[in-house]
């Protein structure tokens, strides 16, 4: 008997779809030279100005970080992975002021300080951990950061797994599934999206300035031909396994900056820090459902600054050996379950 509500977790070759095209044949078509490529090697933390970090530092911490530093103009928020901080905020009008990556090398900082318009190197000697960063803005005027040189911080305390009892395989015998409410403590910044009036453009600047590597496409087609509206890329490490995607950018009839995401641990984290943002009067956005790009199950919130941020868990692994998928664009692509997607989610 066929099972209509069904899940499993499919090989990548397959999920993807018949629309599909090798990362090495997409390089080659695009002319992309990885010799000069600026490397990054991971998403580390968001940088937001704020007019009130009282406000703010609350809200963050009602959604699961903690104040590792903190000025009279400038806080430090950590995880509890080995970021010293997912998240930094500044004292000013509201302000989006960029992801930030880390990169291989101090050489990949100076090749980034030559960029047309890049800041000069920056000793990071107030911020934990310390370190080197550039700042640049890309082609839409986005502000983005690259940073090097930063200690590792030790890891907290990482949650336990739960142990799951299914009809056939029930290894979870007298022992009894107990929760504590409170915010879902965040692991780490997982990525950050852009809206863009000038998309190719876009896709362009990142995908050979930097070691960006698309996994999925979405299309929209006009007189019989697809053209790309929606980008979601992850970082080349060739075969180490990355997140599906650290940074996504959308076509749109205005620049912003959309969303920025971060990993917590499981779903059951995940609903009990809903409850908790609910039960503290924030404003949710659309949430909690699960995504089909990235497979996330995903919780969208506005901060009290006006900005969207995500809770986000169980989401893909991807390495140079996943194919980029290409599918049509529109509210359906978004999710396999969850609340009605808002109208102008997307926009």
Request: aromatic fraction near 12%; glycine fraction near 8%.
């Amino acid at each position: 008997m066929a099972i209509a509500n069904h899940g499993a977790s499919v090989p990548d070759l397959i999920a993807v779809g018949s629309e599909q095209e090798n990362v090495e044949e997409w390089r080659e078509r695009c002319n992309i030279d990885q010799s000069s490529q600026i490397r990054l090697v991971k998403l580390a933390h968001m940088r937001y100005q704020h007019p009130d970090l009282d406000q703010i530092t609350t809200f963050l911490q009602d959604f699961g970080m903690t104040v590792t530093k903190k000025t009279d103009q400038e806080i430090w928020y950590r995880g509890y992975g080995d970021d010293q901080y997912v998240y930094y905020a500044r004292k000013g009008p509201k302000e989006f002021l960029g992801g930030t990556f880390t990169v291989e090398s101090y050489e990949d900082l100076e090749k980034a300080s030559k960029l047309p318009t890049a800041s000069s190197i920056e000793k990071l000697s107030d911020s934990p951990g310390g370190g080197f960063i550039v700042k640049l803005t890309d082609p839409e005027g986005f502000p983005l950061n690259l940073m090097y040189g930063q200690a590792p911080a030790e890891k907290g305390e990482y949650p336990e797994k739960l142990t799951i009892n299914y009809e056939q395989d029930k290894p979870r015998t007298r022992r009894f599934q107990r929760f504590e409410p409170g915010p879902a403590a965040v692991h780490k910044l997982g990525h950050f999206g852009l809206c863009t009036q000038d998309f190719e453009t876009m896709v362009n600047f990142y995908t050979t300035t930097f070691n960006i590597v698309p996994t999925d496409f979405l299309y929209v087609e006009k007189e019989e031909k697809k053209h790309n509206v929606a980008l979601f890329a992850h970082i080349d490490r060739g075969a180490d396994y990355v997140d599906h995607h650290s940074f996504f950018i959308s076509t749109n009839a205005t620049t912003h900056v959309h969303h920025c995401s971060f990993e917590v641990h499981d779903f059951d984290t995940q609903k009990l820090g809903h409850q908790w943002l609910a039960e503290k009067k924030y404003e949710s956005v659309w949430g909690v459902g699960r995504h089909i790009l990235g497979s996330q199950i995903f919780d969208y919130w506005w901060d009290t600054t006006g900005n969207m941020i995500e809770h986000y868990a169980d989401g893909d692994l991807v390495n140079n050996q996943t194919p980029i998928g290409y599918g049509p664009a529109g509210d359906e692509s978004l999710a396999v379950w969850g609340p009605e997607v808002p109208a102008w989610f997307l926009k």
